[in-house]
């Protein structure tokens, strides 16, 4: 019978304790006395030998295991579960890398296609400011209406930047940091004060100036709009030496802790009027264009947030 056995681990010991016949233990092993140590030690664990009596009082004790078949069943339903995991995150990944593709297709044709539609009729009002610096150099709205046009250009700019990987050059981030900020004051109420907070040392990082500008601006008029009534924003620029910190913080009314990542998400706003865009578009600038990360550092509704920034130093 255990001649004829074909699949069940089988090892024949005598009263001694010495083997006296093994069966269907991996063939290639067998030579190795720890292996076979080990098979027996696992078929004591299984269950208890069957005794063979064979007169004249000897004995001897077979051990067995389970068989090569129900061990590979009890196997394969995994093995199979695992198959179809693994295939069906293969076909997750797939789906959502293509659609990840055809956003950055819309995003980047939407871009380039407004910074082209505004280009015309900017090139043209530039062209009317030259002539009406002429005609009325005393009136002062001239110089304003000056500023406004190159505001108009700058953000045509931005937007062509957006739409192509952008050119980085080594720029001083205090100095762009403190003109974002100064830019931003002049624009906003007298309730809000403003901070800022720079290094001693220059800190010299490659940059999209325009773009980085953009993300300041993004991130403080969010502060700006959280405040209601009387409120302060603090600009702080840390550097460790191997990252620069740019925290910004308000002490506006603050975000649920839920929604700390789906504010990132383009279209998300809790704002009439708002587009939801701005800190998508933040994110991009900081983590695809300049290698950096952008997040909640820590907010509490109605007692503010903070945003941070990381640049890697180089
Ligand atoms: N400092 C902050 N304090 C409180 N809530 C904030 C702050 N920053 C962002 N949020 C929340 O995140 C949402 C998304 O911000 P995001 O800048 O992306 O869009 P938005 O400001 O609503 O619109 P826009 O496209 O005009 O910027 C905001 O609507 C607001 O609810
Ligand atoms: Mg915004």
Not at 18 to 26: A, E, F, Q, T
Not at 213 to 237: F, Q, R, T, Y
Not at 262 to 283: A, D
Request: hydrophobic letters at 40%; glycine letters at 6%; aromatic letters at 8%.
């Amino acid at each position: 019978m255990i001649q004829y056995n074909e699949t069940i681990p089988v090892i024949v010991l005598n009263e001694e304790g010495d083997i006296i016949m093994m069966r269907n233990l991996d063939s290639l092993r067998i030579e190795n006395p720890a292996y076979v140590e080990k098979s027996l030690a696992r078929m004591r664990e299984h269950s208890a030998p069957i005794e063979i009596n064979l007169g004249e009082d000897q004995k001897q004790y077979l051990y067995y295991d389970r068989s090569t078949i129900l061990t590979n069943l009890t196997y394969y339903p995994v093995i199979q579960l695992s198959v179809i995991l693994v295939f069906l995150l293969v076909a997750y990944y797939a789906f959502s890398t293509s659609r990840k593709a055809e956003q950055n297709q819309v995003w980047v044709g939407l871009s380039k296609e407004t910074a082209h539609q505004l280009g015309t009729p900017i090139s043209s009002l530039m062209a009317w400011m030259e002539i009406l610096k002429e005609k009325l150099r005393e009136e002062k709205f001239v110089g304003e209406l000056e500023k406004d046009v190159h505001r108009l250009e700058k953000i045509t700019d931005r937007f062509s930047k957006i739409g192509a990987k952008p050119k980085l050059r080594d720029e001083n981030l205090n100095d762009v940091v403190e003109s974002a900020v100064a830019y931003l004051q002049t624009r906003s109420s007298n309730k809000i004060t403003f901070e800022v907070i720079t290094t001693d040392t220059p800190i010299v990082l490659p940059l999209n100036v325009l773009l980085f500008e953009w993300v300041l601006e993004n991130i403080c008029k969010n502060a700006m709009d959280a405040i209601e009534g009387e409120g302060a924003i603090k600009v702080s620029v840390i550097d460790n030496n191997k990252f620069v910190f740019i925290d910004i913080g308000d002490n506006g009314k603050g975000i649920p802790r839920r929604k700390h990542k789906t504010i990132f998400k383009p279209g998300f706003t809790t704002k009439e009027r708002g587009w939801g865009l701005g800190l998508s578009l933040t994110k991009r600038i900081v983590e695809e264009y300049h290698g950096g990360k952008v997040f909640v550092a820590n907010s509490e509704p109605g007692k503010g947030t903070t945003i941070r920034i990381i640049l890697n130093r180089v």
